[in-house]
């Protein structure tokens, strides 16, 4: 729903890994915006791609979002 908050949650392993940052970015931040925490906020109606990366791109996921 538009203005509503989601927590996502994602984690780097193993624990111990040099490099544990995350990038978090959204194909729309029109529709759906998206912290550096991973907290995503509903802007309007439609589907965004929420891309969670590790910090050297070498990794990645991503996560399709529907407001209605």
Known sequence: SIGKKYQLSA??????????????????PSIVNVTKWGLITAKSKGEAIVKISSFDKRYSIDVKITVK
Do not use: D, G, K
Request: net charge positive.
């Open 11 to 28: 984690s780097v392993l193993p624990v111990n890994a040099t490099q544990n940052s995350l990038r978090w970015s959204s194909s729309n």
